[in-house]
C-alpha cells in the first residue's frame, strides 16, 4: 500500500484513496441519514468526511447561532468545482448559518501578482454574481475583501506565535527553499477561519468550513493553533464527567496566579476559581471538585450533552479576561470532482471544466471530447458494458446535474450493462448540462441587483 498519504493545497495531483485519508488523518465519515434534509451531495457521499460536524448540528438542535466560511481566489474563473463548494454553503444557510465568504485578494496580490482593483473587479464579476444566482441569501452572507479586514492579518500574527517552522514544514511540507509569503499564506487563512467568531463578527458561535481534502491542512493548523490559544482545556473523565485544567501561558500567567517568580498566589487563583464556579452555576453546575493549588476543576455531573455549553461559557470568561475565547473550526471535506480531461479540475486549464461563463457551444464541445467510461466498439461495449466510476459525463451528471437519485441509479445500471452507450451518456450530460446553465444565467441576470448588497 505504501507509505503515508501527504495532502498539499498547492498540488495538482491529489491522492483519492478517501478511506486511507479517513484513517491517516483522524476524520470521521459522514452518514447523510443523521444529517437533516440531506443534498443529493450528502446522499452520494461527495461529502464524504468532517470534523466537529456534530458540533454544529447540536446548535442547530438547540437553535443557537452558527456560521459557515468559505473563501474565493479572485484570479481565475469560477467553475463547476467551485459551484460544489457553494451548494455546501447553501446548504448550511438553509439549516440557519450565517456565511462569510473571503476574497483572498491580498494573496491573489501576493501570488499571482494582481493589483487589488483587478481582484475586487474579478471577485463581482466572476463570482459573486453567479453566487446571487445559486440562492445565497444575501441578508445572510458577508463577503469581504482580505485587505479590508486588517483583523484577518493581525489575528493570523497572533496565532502564528504558537506555531513554528518545524510545525509548519509537517503540515505542509515546507522546507528550506520554500518563500515566505507562502508561509505566511496559511496564517493568513487561519485568520480568516477564526475571525468570524470574534464580537463584532458575530460574536462566539462554531464555524463550520466546507473545503475539498486537499485543503485539510489549513483546517488541521487553525484547529491545532486556537486550541492552543485557549486558557482552559476541557477533558472527559474517565468515570464521566468534565475536567476543566488552566492553560497557563506567557500572556496570562498573573491572570491564572503564578507570580513572576513562577510561584503560586494563591488569592488571585482563589478568585478565578470562584468566577469559573460562578459562571458553571449559571448553566446549572454547583456540584464542583476545585483543586486551585493544581489548576483543575471537575465537574461530575457534566455529560457530552453540556460540553459545548461548558466550554461556551468558559471562552466568554477568557474574553471578558482579555484572551481570544477561540473554539476549533468544525469542517466537511468533498472528493474532486474529475476534470473532463480525467485529471484534476483547474481555473488555468479550461479544458478540465465547464465555467459558469461558458456558452452551450463550448460545453457541448467539452462534453463530447470528454474522457469516456466506454469501450472501443459498440459491439464490445452492448456486450461488457461500460464504467461510469471513470465516466467523465456520468460524473458530472453526479455531482452536478442530475438532481434525482433513482435517474442517477438508472444511469449507472444501464451504462454498466452496455444498454446506454458512452455516446449517449455524453449527449444526456449535454442535455442536462445546457438547462442547468440557461435557468442559472437567467436567474443570474434576474438577481444582478442584489450583488452590492453581499459586500460587508
Known amino acids: 500500500m505504501g507509505g503515508n498519504i501527504r495532502i498539499d493545497p ?17 476524520l470521521e465519515s459522514i452518514n447523510s441519514d443523521n444529517l437533516p434534509n440531506p443534498s443529493m451531495l450528502h446522499r452520494r457521499k461527495i461529502v464524504f468526511a468532517h470534523r466537529d460536524l456534530d458540533v454544529i448540528m447540536r446548535a442547530k438542535s438547540k ?3 452558527f456560521g459557515v466560511l468559505t473563501g474565493l481566489m479572485p484570479s481565475g474563473r469560477m467553475h463547476l468545482g467551485h459551484k460544489m463548494v457553494i451548494d455546501q454553503v447553501r446548504w448550511f444557510q438553509e ?7 473571503a476574497v483572498a485578494d491580498l494573496e491573489a496580490h501576493a501570488t499571482r501578482g494582481l493589483s487589488l482593483e483587478k481582484c ?5 464579476d466572476e463570482y459573486i454574481s453567479n453566487y446571487a444566482a445559486m440562492g445565497l441569501d444575501p441578508e445572510k452572507t458577508k463577503i469581504y475583501f482580505q485587505s479590508n479586514r486588517p483583523i484577518v492579518q493581525r489575528i493570523g500574527f497572533t496565532l502564528g506565535k504558537k506555531t513554528n517552522l518545524s510545525e509548519m514544514e509537517a503540515i505542509y511540507g515546507f522546507n528550506g527553499e520554500t518563500n515566505l509569503a507562502h508561509i505566511q499564506a496559511p496564517l493568513v487563512q487561519v485568520g480568516d477561519i477564526v475571525h468570524p467568531m470574534l464580537d463584532e463578527y458575530g460574536g462566539l458561535r462554531p464555524i ?17 493553533l486556537t486550541s492552543k490559544s485557549n486558557w482552559f482545556n476541557l477533558k472527559y473523565g474517565k468515570n464521566g464527567g468534565i475536567n476543566i485544567s488552566l492553560s497557563v501561558q506567557d500572556e496570562n500567567s498573573s ?15 482563589e478568585n478565578l476559581f470562584s468566577e469559573i464556579s460562578t459562571n458553571l452555576s449559571s448553566i446549572g453546575f454547583s456540584d464542583l471538585i476545585k483543586n486551585p493549588k493544581h489548576g483543575t476543576l471537575g465537574i461530575p455531573s457534566a455529560t457530552v450533552a453540556d460540553y459545548d455549553d461548558v466550554k461556551s461559557v468558559l471562552l466568554k470568561l477568557e474574553r471578558k479576561m482579555g484572551g481570544l475565547g477561540l473554539l476549533q473550526p468544525a469542517s466537511t471535506y468533498h472528493k474532486f470532482a474529475v476534470g473532463m480531461t480525467g485529471d484534476k479540475m483547474s481555473s488555468s486549464k479550461p479544458n478540465t471544466t465547464i465555467f459558469l461563463t461558458d456558452d452551450f457551444k463550448a460545453i457541448e464541445k467539452k462534453i463530447k471530447s470528454a474522457f469516456s467510461g466506454g469501450k472501443n466498439t459498440i459491439e464490445e461495449h452492448r456486450l461488457h458494458g461500460g464504467n ?7 460524473q458530472y451528471l453526479m455531482y452536478f446535474f442530475e438532481e434525482e ?7 449507472n445500471e444501464g451504462y454498466r450493462s452496455g444498454k446506454i452507450l458512452a455516446g449517449e451518456m455524453k449527449q444526456i450530460c449535454i442535455d442536462r448540462a445546457t438547462e442547468w446553465m440557461q435557468e442559472h444565467q437567467e436567474l443570474k441576470q434576474q438577481n444582478s441587483h442584489l450583488v452590492g448588497n453581499y459586500l460587508s
Not at 439549516?95 to 465568504?101: E, M, N, P, R, S
Not at 475586487?120 to 463581482?124: E, I, P, S
Not at 503564578?258 to 487563583?269: A, F, H, T
Not at 461510469?388 to 456520468?394: F, G, S
Open 95 to 101: 439549516l440557519g448559518a450565517d456565511v462569510t465568504i
Open 388 to 394: 461510469p466510476d471513470i465516466d467523465v459525463a456520468y
Open 208 to 224: 463550520v468550513v466546507p473545503v475539498g481534502i486537499d485543503q485539510d491542512p489549513h483546517i488541521r493548523l487553525t484547529r491545532g
Open 10 to 26: 498547492w498540488s495538482s495531483s491529489q491522492s483519492t484513496d478517501y478511506q486511507r485519508i479517513i484513517d491517516q488523518f483522524g
Open 405 to 411: 437519485d433513482e435517474a442517477l441509479r438508472e444511469l
Open 120 to 124: 475586487r473587479k474579478n471577485a463581482l
Open 63 to 65: 437553535g443557537n447561532s
Open 255 to 269: 491572570l491564572m496566579g503564578i507570580n513572576s517568580d513562577g510561584k503560586l498566589n494563591r488569592g488571585v487563583r
